[in-house]
């Protein structure tokens, strides 16, 4: 079946502008996890959902970074005011239910940050 | 907090050598351990997981893994290397209290020379 996909697969933005990115993870998977890999690091986690909730945000750096998921399905990471430091790739993944239940990554998006 | 940490940066291995990647954990209970694989290109790929039972764990392309609770060290090890194996290897961990965030190391990045 299919995977989790995320789009666009690269955006490049100026400083200071909104952006959004979106995941749809795979069919019938209820955790969705988001995540941040800067260059040469592993990655970082910001925001984890159970259904429509959001269960954990601890990893979000700051108020500029908002995530939603409305309908349980897709979700769509929001950044505000950005930052070159924003420049990054943000990762997606979904896991069926439990703790136990492996985690399946998206591609990513590259976001670049001008 | 919990942390994850790969001593080695990068790793050079003769193809049909083996290979051993280390990973050290750090963290009070019995963790969730994973490793995952990222090719150039590629999304992030599960090779393995523990999360309790046999502490020799067999994952997908003939990579295991041994869960030490007493060095605290969970390294990621294949007999024969193949050329295909060259890509970045990520330890991961997380809590098992029900949320799965992980929490990767730094990475290992893996060359195969003919």
């Known amino acids: 079946g299919a995977g989790v996909s995320q789009t666009p697969s690269n955006k490049v933005t100026e400083k200071g502008k909104y952006v959004e990115l979106r995941c749809d993870p795979i069919?019938?998977?209820?955790?969705l996890y988001w995540y941040r890999q800067s260059l040469g690091q592993g990655p970082e986690f910001l925001i984890y959902?159970?259904?429509?909730?959001?269960?954990?945000d601890s990893g979000l750096p700051n108020d500029r970074f908002f995530a939603v998921r409305p309908e349980g399905s897709v979700s769509t990471l929001k950044i505000q005011r950005t930052e070159r430091g924003d420049s990054a790739v943000y990762l997606c993944?979904?896991?069926?239910?439990?703790?136990?239940?492996?985690?399946?990554f998206g591609p990513g998006t590259r976001l670049t940050v001008l | 907090a919990q942390s994850v940490t790969q001593p080695d940066i990068h790793i050079t291995v003769s193809e049909g050598a083996s290979l051993e990647l280390r990973c050290n954990y750090s963290?009070?209970?019995?963790?969730?351990l994973c490793w995952y694989v990222q090719s150039p290109g590629q999304g992030l790929q599960l090779l393995l997981k523990?999360?309790?039972?046999?502490?020799l764990v067999q994952g997908i392309k003939g990579f295991e893994a041994e869960f030490k609770r007493s060095q605290s060290s969970f390294n990621l090890r294949k007999p024969s290397v193949h050329w295909s194996d060259a890509a970045e290897y990520f330890c991961?961990?997380?809590?098992?209290?029900?949320?799965?965030?992980?929490?990767f190391g730094t990475g290992t990045r893996l060359t195969v020379i003919p």
């Open positions: 963290y009070g209970a019995t963790p969730y």
């Open positions: 069919s019938g998977h209820t955790a």
């Open positions: 959902f159970q259904g429509t909730g959001a269960a954990d």
């Open positions: 993944a979904s896991s069926q239910n439990s703790w136990t239940d492996t985690q399946y």
């Open positions: 523990y999360f309790s039972g046999d502490t």
């Open positions: 991961a961990v997380a809590p098992q209290t029900g949320a799965n965030n992980l929490f």
